[in-house]
């Protein structure tokens, strides 16, 4: 966990693919400091566990997980389902954009 969020903060990655159970810091203490971190704040985590137990999930949405997949059987399997997550999260999907709102600004009629 520790050397995974220390390559998380040199590389600045487009997409975070994380495991709840690691040596170390687990996945939710990793997730929880990469929300807390401003320059990371906005990077898509998606969360593969093995684990489907209800609380599991939940608590990686509260940390804000942007989604949370079950880890298939099989490594071919795995393989396709990070293929397809890749393919959404960096070719489909789109960052937030920052917008920047005037308190003055009219209200529209």
Not at 60 to 73: E, I, M, Q, S, V
Not at 77 to 96: D, H, S, T, Y
């Amino acid at each position: 966990g520790a050397d995974a969020l220390s390559l998380i903060r040199t590389d600045g990655p487009d997409l975070v693919l994380l495991d709840l159970k690691m040596p170390g810091l687990s996945g939710h203490e990793v997730l929880r400091t990469i929300r807390s971190d401003s320059e990371l704040l906005h990077t898509p985590i998606v969360v593969l566990s093995h684990s489907d137990a209800r609380r599991d999930v939940r608590a990686a949405y509260d940390l804000g997980a942007n989604c949370y997949f079950t880890k298939p059987g099989s490594f071919r399997e795995l393989k396709a389902m990070v293929v397809q997550i890749q393919e959404f999260w960096l070719g489909i999907a789109r960052e937030p954009m920052s917008v920047e709102v005037s308190v003055n600004r009219p209200a529209l009629s």
